[in-house]
């Protein structure tokens, strides 16, 4: 979920393909990257081009902070996880919002202060890091942009008629 640049590539004896990015001490302040051992699954994408269709929100991998997960249950045949975000962020998040988790653009399902909800379908699951996912871990979230903009506006009084 974290916005960075590849400054090293290769393949490893094994087989295994393997990258190199610095990371600013703000982005180690502000994310999960402090923690990443060698060897540690990330989920990546590749960044959007102009003209590539736009299938969900927009996702910059501009961190605000990290959310723990407070619990994982099975619903139906996906997994609702729950999280605490940092209470500085919760008014950014909505039910029926968007927001992204450790690089996945999810929904939210339910809001309550800081606590908030979602479901990973099973696809999710199976693509990415959500599937080894547990309570007490903790995951790298960006607000919506468009709420972090119309937050920014209404600070400086642009909103109010």
């Known amino acids: 979920g974290v916005c960075l640049t590849a400054v090293a590539k290769g393949r490893d004896a094994s ?29 990546l ?20 902070g990290t959310a723990e997960i407070l619990s994982v249950q099975p619903d139906g045949d996906s997994m609702r996880f729950q999280f605490r975000a940092p209470e500085h962020l919760a008014p950014f998040i909505a039910p029926k919002g968007s ?9 939210v399902n339910a809001v309550q202060g800081a606590v908030f909800g979602v479901n990973i379908i099973p696809h999710t699951q199976a693509v990415t890091t959500w599937g080894n ?23 400086g009084g642009a909103l109010k008629r």
């Open 15 to 43: 087989g295994q393909d393997w990258f190199c990015a610095d990371a600013s001490a703000e982005t180690l302040a502000m994310t999960t990257i402090g923690h990443w051992r060698e060897g540690e699954l990330v989920n």
């Open 133 to 155: 996912r547990k309570a007490g871990q903790r995951v790298n979230l960006e607000v919506d942009t468009l709420a972090r903009y119309v937050a920014r506006l209404n600070e």
């Open 45 to 64: 994408e590749r960044p959007l081009r102009v003209g590539d269709e736009l299938g969900g929100h927009i996702v910059s991998g501009h961190v605000d």
């Open 99 to 107: 927001i992204a988790l450790d690089g996945t653009s999810l929904t």
